[in-house]
Nanobody
């Protein structure tokens, strides 16, 4: 049974910061790329950031580059998304995902998904 459990979402004012966490179980964490995606009401799910399963490569959507940082701790089976300088446009449900031996940024590539955590950024 594979499970991804997210936490850290909440309400924050514009310019503030949040740190999302994703704890994975039931899989070999180190053989999976980890990704973060988000979905705002009425919009399609979009790529935010990814961390490759090997080689330490990271990728970011242009809209968050320079503000968000993805990281992972394989010893803790945990991925993180540090979000700084938050904007109202960042408001969405944020999803953690795992991609077996991947490094992609497409939703179709990911094998497992978390339940999502709400991030709301007020003006």
């Amino acid at each position: 049974q594979v499970q991804l459990v997210e936490s850290g979402g909440g309400l924050v004012q514009a310019g503030g910061s949040l740190r999302l966490s994703c704890v994975a179980s039931g899989l070999t964490f180190s053989t999976h790329a980890m990704g973060w995606f988000r979905q705002a009401p009425g919009k399609e799910r979009e790529f935010v950031a990814a961390f490759s399963w090997s080689g330490g490569r990271t990728y970011y959507a242009d809209s968050v580059k320079g503000r968000f940082t993805i990281s992972r701790d394989n010893a803790k089976n945990t991925a993180y998304l540090q979000m700084n300088s938050l904007k109202p446009e960042d408001t969405a449900v944020y999803y953690c995902a795992a991609d077996f031996r991947g490094a992609g940024k497409s939703t179709d590539e990911y094998d497992y998904w978390g339940q999502g955590t709400q991030v709301t950024v007020s003006s």
